[in-house]
């Protein structure tokens, strides 16, 4: 017997959007599964991990900070993926953002700096240099594949490690905190330079609302704009794209700078308005797991909206169920992974019409 | 439709109720660990610890819940949940959580928190720390005398005091015993990566390192030995069933009875915030047994365990030469200060390498 793939004659709406929601029923029946496996209650695995998170507005604010980073980096990728470029360094932007951003708040600790101005420029100036940082650090791979091209995911990849070994770097060396015991941490930051919580006593800082805002603006380029008409032309049709006349190594520069601009933003977000210092690790993985964001978002920004919040649901749903049921913290990366491999089965499925043939080959 | 929502919200009540009768009854401790419980290492260790306080104290305390593999920079909200979910007193294991448990400590007064191997308190944190250090004088001791080569392959993580002064101890124990030995030091910036941490010990078994050691939490070092017929120490934990021919002893941590103690004291009211550095003496560090070894290097192995443990010998007696040949104690002291331990960034004298800045 024989499993072939054929394309479907025409693409249908409703079969894309239903394809993702499918995947993710899949996804809960076979973790579902996997849970009765182990000899614990499917149902209240399932009021943990989905339910209680989304009925409580601590965890609701928690999975709000949680998804913002991972918007606004792959809001950032969809950029470079759909003009067929490979950004898989997010990561490094969003630490050189960080970082720089960071410093700006090191240097201006305990007033220094804001005997003219005040304070009231610190935050903005902060913002705009994390961003500077992470397109910066973008413009590498993104020059050395205009000019001389070498491959960006390569170049891109590689540049994360040399980030995260510079933050490291200065954190234990000149950006250490001098009471700090020797320890590898900055000082933490002043208020004049961490974002303002919204409500009190919750974890919903200020930074978290550029996701929307980012995603709101991302989707109108996209669908409006020519920009975003030419993003698209380069990457599916490189050749026509060039006889229409578009420039595509200023496109490939272009977007790769947004991209990186974005990372870079989340980065000086995440320390400003979260961790409230530097650290020589400042992303848990933000950058990687963004590349799955995108892709699960199908590459629209209100698709990443959803994918990030879908995400970070189960980041705390999994450690909720780790807390109350006694869960495997290990559950959460693998129910992670069997909800990629079904919304790309699912991707496959509403594209591609399966048809088994008897017998040998025909 | 009126009467299930009335129904379903006396549910809930009567839910809560009984949740907070059980709390008033038992005190519900928690962990935060930044490995996985699998690692056999650091965090496995912590959770020994758990297990062990939770059958010490039985009834009393329900020491069930943990949160495992937590990333230092995502820390905060995993002990924020873990002090929403109800528990008591929450032992946070890894020097990153600091800021982060002082953050979450400030927004729930009535929690207890206790930190491991930072500095930073609160009236509701504690820290905790154990002298590593004082297992590592052993260990320098043991491979001075076993070492054929003179050469002892030392694979590190980070460059934080408590690395520097394991290095800087083990060195003065070795020299006791081989002045001619050398340790080799490779840093491979990670807690634990068992590929990595393979990857350096076969570069140092290469090099002529006929003895390994690793301040990092995985047993492959260890492995890495035993395969090529060398000795190794064991690191947190107790090797012994990943390398039974070349364990010589392991440097483990014992938190067993101090989160007993500390829970012991929440429940009776008189949990206060403290800072507690203990070793060989009061068990936190305890050596796992001297095997691989002849007896007469046994016999030394145990009498300088039970000096430590009695406080007659000091890893850090005066004077204390730095690389320089400078001596870092206080004039008249007869050992270092704590402090100076504490925030350990220079190597002794005959460590050949130049720490990472």
Redo the contacts between chains.
């Keep these: 017997m024989r499993l072939d793939l054929d394309a479907r004659p025409q693409r249908s709406t409703l079969r894309e959007i239903l394809a993702p929601v499918g995947a993710l029923i899949v996804a809960i029946l076979i973790g579902g599964v996997v849970i009765a496996l182990m000899g614990r209650s499917t149902i209240e695995a399932f009021d943990v991990y989905f339910v209680e998170p989304l009925s409580q507005s ?2 609701l604010q ?1 999975i709000a ?2 998804a913002a980073p991972l918007i606004l980096i792959a809001v950032g990728l969809a950029f470079c993926y759909r003009a067929n470029l490979w950004n898989i360094g997010a990561e490094g932007q969003f630490i050189a953002g960080g970082a720089l951003g960071g410093w700006l708040g090191l240097v201006t600790h305990d007033g220094a700096f804001q005997g003219v101005l005040g304070s009231w420029w610190i935050l903005p100036a902060m913002m705009i240099l994390g961003a500077l940082g992470g397109l910066l650090y973008a413009m590498i791979p993104a020059l050395l594949r205009v000019w001389l091209n070498v491959s960006e995911i390569l170049s891109s990849l590689m540049l994360v490690y040399v980030a995260q ?1 510079a933050l ?2 200065l954190v ?2 000149p950006w250490k905190d001098p009471e700090g ?5 900055s000082v ?1 930051l002043d208020p004049e330079a961490t974002l303002p919580i919204l409500f009190d ?1 919750g ?1 919903l800082h200020l930074g978290v609302l550029l996701a929307p805002l980012v995603a709101i603006v991302a989707a109108i380029v996209f669908s409006k704009t020519l920009f975003g008409y030419q993003v698209r032309l380069v990457g599916s049709a490189p050749k026509a794209a060039r006889f229409g006349g578009f420039n595509d190594r200023t496109i490939a520069i272009a977007a790769f700078a947004i991209s990186g601009g974005l990372a870079g933003l989340a980065g000086v977000a ?1 320390v400003s308005g ?4 530097l ?7 933000y950058g990687f797991s963004a590349i799955i964001v995108a892709f699960l978002g199908r590459l629209s920004p209100v698709g990443i909206f959803i994918a990030g919040l879908v995400l970070a649901l189960t980041f ?1 749903g999994g ?2 169920a ?3 049921m ?1 869960l ?3 559950l959460t990366l693998a129910f992670q992974g069997v909800l990629l491999i079904c919304v790309l089965a699912a991707d496959v499925l509403a594209r591609y019409r399966l048809r088994f043939t008897m017998g040998a080959r025909s | 439709m009126r009467t299930l929502f009335t129904a379903a919200a006396v549910a809930a009540l009567s839910l809560a109720a009984a949740g907070g009768a059980e709390a008033a009854g038992k005190v519900k401790a ?1 962990w935060v660990y930044t490995g ?1 419980v699998g690692d056999f290492g650091y965090s496995y260790q912590h959770d020994q610890g758990r297990l062990a306080a939770a059958k010490a104290l039985g009834d009393k305390v329900d020491a ?6 937590i ?4 820390s ?3 002990i ?3 002090a ?2 109800g528990c008591n007193i929450v032992f946070t294991t890894s ?2 959580f ?2 982060p448990t002082l ?1 979450v400590a400030k ?1 729930f007064p009535k929690v207890m928190f206790e930190h491991a191997t ?2 930073k308190r609160n009236p509701n944190m504690s820290t905790y720390a154990a002298k590593f250090y004082e297992g590592r004088y052993v260990m320098g001791q043991i491979a001075g005398k076993m070492t054929k080569t003179n050469t002892i392959g030392y694979i590190v993580s ?4 408590e690395v520097i002064s394991g290095i800087n101890a083990f060195e003065r124990g070795m020299q006791t015993t081989n002045p001619n030995a050398k340790i080799k030091i490779v840093w491979v ?1 990670t807690w634990f990566d068992p590929g990595k941490e393979a990857d350096a010990a076969k570069a140092l078994l290469a090099q002529g390192a006929d003895i390994l050691t690793q301040h990092t939490d995985s047993a492959a070092p260890l492995q890495e030995a035993e395969k090529a017929g060398k000795l190794g120490f064991g690191q947190s934990s107790d090797m012994m069933k990943f390398a039974p021919k070349a364990q010589l002893t392991a440097n483990t941590d014992n938190w067993g009875p101090y989160y007993t103690q500390r829970i012991q004291a929440l429940i009776d009211g008189k949990w206060k915030s403290e800072d507690t550095w203990d070793g060989i003496g009061k068990n936190m560090v305890v050596m796992a047994p001297f095997a691989n070894m002849p007896d007469d290097v046994k016999a030394a192995a145990v009498k300088t365990t039970a000096d430590i443990a009695s406080g007659a010998l000091q890893p850090f007696a005066c004077p204390v030469l730095d690389q320089d040949g400078k001596d870092r104690c206080k004039p008249g002291a007869k050992t270092l200060e704590d402090g100076d331990v ?4 220079w190597y002794v004298k005959g460590v050949d390498d130049k720490i ?2």
């Excluded at chain 1, 650290?279 to 993985?285: C, H, T, V």
């Excluded at chain 2, 990333?71 to 995502?74: A, E, L, R, T, V």
Aim: charged share 25%; glycine share 10%; aromatic share 8%.
């Design positions: 601590y965890s928690a900070v949680k070994l490291d770097w234990r060396g015991h020797n320890l590898p941490v933490n006593g974890s995440e979260r961790i409230g210092q650290l020589p690790s400042i992303s848990p993985g705390v450690e909720d780790q807390i109350a006694h495997p913290g290990d | 928690c996985p069930t819940t943990f949160l495992e593999n990333p230092d920079s995502d905060e909200r995993a924020e949940q873990l929403r979910s020097f990153g600091m800021d953050k927004k930072g500095y980070f460059p934080i005091p910036n504490l925030g350990m960034n990472p800045q």
